[in-house]
């Protein structure tokens, strides 16, 4: 079965900084892997969505790469801001999509 | 599109009740997917279903729980008889093949 972690499970940051969150796969055959946000007590946002075939994608200050042999996804963030303080979770996707636990951000101003 | 619709938004029960929880999905996706998100396990698929048939409810906990899709625009999660335990977030998502998925904005359900 899948399984999909994410390091560190907390990270917190001063206000300007840049940080990369990673995202690990057991099985590397999937069709997708996207990037989520989820604020405190509210719904997911997609971020992003790497195709298998992709390498990364980039939205704003938001920058996500694929590696499907190495079963490894990293999500950029440049310029942190307060606002970006959220829990950021990524999922793989083969006929579902396997969750991992998510990194609790805290951008500090 | 309005994005994936739930209600309702918050339910408060007594255990021993029946709970259904609703989803509309986005128009023309083929996948619906329902989870359930704890502070103590995180975020859980429950069911999904591709073109209205449901694919693998492994993950649906026990009997007491169901979920059916009559259609292409609505699925329901039903819980008969809830228990305190079955307290959690319950989100509804949906994609269009395997495309980027859409979540709903959610049901707290607490049963007390």
């Known amino acids: 079965k899948q399984e999909v972690t994410q390091i560190p499970a907390a990270l917190s940051v001063p206000e300007g900084e840049n940080l990369v969150l990673n995202c690990s796969f057991t099985?590397?055959?999937?069709?997708?892997l996207q990037w989520f946000r989820q604020d405190p007590g509210k719904g997911l946002t997609s971020l992003l969505l790497i195709q298998s075939s992709q390498r990364e994608q980039t939205s704003g200050r938001l920058n996500a790469s694929l590696d499907k042999s190495s079963g490894r996804s990293t999500l950029y963030i440049a310029a942190s801001q307060p606002g970006d303080s959220a829990t950021y979770l990524c999922?793989?996707?083969?006929?579902?999509?396997?969750f991992g636990t998510g990194t609790s951000l805290t951008v500090i101003p | 599109d309005a994005g994936v619709i739930q209600s309702p938004r918050h339910e408060v029960t007594e255990m021993g009740q029946e709970v259904t929880l609703r989803c509309k999905p986005i128009?023309?996706?083929?996948?619906l997917f329902w989870y359930r998100q704890t502070m103590m396990r995180g975020l859980e698929l429950l069911i999904y279903?591709?073109?209205?048939?449901?694919?693998?409810d492994s993950g649906m906990p026990e009997d007491r729980f169901s979920a059916k899709m009559p259609n292409a625009s609505f699925s329901t999660l039903k819980i008969q008889p809830s228990e305190p335990r079955d307290s959690a977030v319950y989100f509804c998502a949906s994609s269009l093949e395997v495309y980027e998925q859409y979540f709903g904005p959610g049901t707290r359900l607490t049963v007390t």
């Open positions: 128009s023309g996706h083929d996948y």
């Open positions: 279903f591709n073109n209205n048939v449901p694919i693998d």
């Open positions: 099985d590397s055959a999937i069709y997708n």
């Open positions: 999922a793989v996707r083969q006929n579902q999509f396997y």
